[in-house]
């Protein structure tokens, strides 16, 4: 475990993100413009790192040579959770883990299976994480949100917002 980041902040960041598998990837392309894409988690370990896959041939691969600071953001609307996760992303060429990893949705990105040349990971080590999230049900939130409607007022939710330092 990376001697800056605690079981705990790992635990709370996995917790957070739950269920959550989609998530979109922020990159700076050669130009310094920010380029986001959907992407799926495949894992968070027990350092708090984030593993995707790729290809080589990637635009994704390539800024994240050119520029290794990233941002990754998980939301599901349903139960009102988002987080926000800053680190450092490195490129992985290792086929054990890759293997490791593999599964039938990979599959069908990746045909020629886990062996493809151009079949790759990404592992993003967090700096930092944010996360809101509501507490109250969906209808309690959609109440309270009719009702700020017509009162003219904020919404009265009850949400935590935390930061994670990793």
Known sequence: MHAN????????????????????????????HLISQPMTL?????????????????????????????????????????????GTAERVVDRVKINALWNPMVQAWFPAGPED??????????????YWDANDSKMVRMFAMAKAAITGETPDMDAAHGTIRM
Do not use: C
């Not at 370990?45 to 691969?61: I, K, P, Q």
């Not at 040579?65 to 009102?80: G, M, Q, Y």
């Not at 040349?117 to 944010?130: D, I, Q, S, T």
């Open 5 to 32: 980041i605690t079981q705990e902040h790992a635990a709370t960041l996995t917790d957070k993100i739950g269920s959550m598998r989609f998530a979109m990837f922020t990159t700076r392309d050669q130009n310094g």
């Open 117 to 130: 040349e151009h079949v790759v990971l990404v592992r993003v080590g967090p700096h930092a994480a944010e």
């Open 42 to 86: 495949q894992q968070v370990d027990a350092d708090g790192a984030l593993w995707f896959f790729t290809s080589t041939t990637t635009e994704l691969w390539g800024n994240i040579a050119h520029d290794p600071e990233v941002n990754i953001s998980f939301a599901n609307s349903d139960d009102s959770i988002y987080v926000s996760v800053s």
